[in-house]
């Protein structure tokens, strides 16, 4: 099932340590003088990386993004105010939203053009021909693995569709991983983030197109979760549990970037793009009922799918134990969306009345095109039902 060949590709360089922001001065100097600091709605949060940048002579110019989800024209604004400044060094300090900022800001500086000349599906889709100026991602949240990706998820309202702009050249020069600055983040946010990024390691792990290297590491990735994601979320100051979920995040973003994706990005991409619900919680939602379906499905079509016996792999790490069940998996799974108070899609803001929009919609994404067994309309559909 793995793939016969495969690239791997990732950030020039991974910096995974407690207190690793205190090195964030020094990589910047390295790079430039002019630094674009961009954060999310609350700059505050980013105060002690722009006091440290302050004590090397570095005087960062602040762009915070506000919202969970950014939209063309909050990423139009911050290319616009980053070029103004003649910006050297861009340095993104956030959740996976600030950071895919970050990737677009990075490239639109060495880019001619306008924004629509790179965006997928709503814009001309032109290759870059530059790499990006330097750009040190630095995530506040343990969910998205947007550190290590190529490509940048964007919302368009008025297209009612979340579009990417991607490239080999979007790859941050830098991910500085601090898991203590996830410590900070809400139980709900932990919720949402967390199983954002168990997602993207099991996925990866049960898709179509999976490779060795995806496997080995999401294969350590899901044992760490089944250990640290429910600490993290009853205990924000466990910073073992939140050091587990900053190693699944990176790792999920690793996965997702070299193998593919599923029917619950499938389903979560276009869903986002129709509703502006966080990205996180629509996954977090999705993942027990698309995993149900698709191991139902393979019992019905593909008895005799090794799928099924990853699945099967994938409930032996989660729990612990080896004498696991695919239900066990299911169960696992539901009882920890229960613990963590994870909200229906209906409170997403999905109507029973554009179900099939979205069906049909989610049908078509990339994503759909990797999971482990081809759905049905019907049990597409069933599926929102469940959610809702």
Known sequence: ?????????????????????????????????????????????????QGLLEGVKLDPVVHSISGAEPTVDMVEQAVAAARAEKTDVVIAYGGGSVIDVGKVVAAMLTNDGELFDYLEVIGKAQPLKAPSAPYIAVPTTAGTGSEVTRNAVIDSPEHQVKVSMRSPYMLPDVAVIDPALTCSMPPALTASTGLDALTQVIEPFVCNKSNPITDAICREAISIAGRSLRQAYDNGTDLEARTGMATVSLIGGLALANSGLGAVHGFAGPLGGMIHAPHGELCARLLPIVIKANISALKEREPG??????????????????????????KWLEDICQHMAIRGLAECGLSTERISEAVTKSAKASSMKANPVELTESELRQILIEAM
Not at 6 to 28: H, M, T, Y
Not at 305 to 327: F, I, M, P, Q, W
């Open 305 to 330: 799918s090794e799928y099924l016996s990853r699945y099967k792999e994938v409930a032996c790490l989660l729990t612990g134990d080896r004498e696991s069940t695919t239900e066990d998996l299911i």
């Open 1 to 49: 099932m793995s793939a016969a060949a495969f690239e791997f590709a990732s950030a020039n360089r991974i910096i995974f340590k407690p207190d690793a922001v205190e090195l964030i001065p020094q990589l910047a100097a390295d790079r430039g003088q002019k630094v674009f600091l961009l954060t999310g709605g609350n700059p505050q949060r980013a105060s002690r990386l």
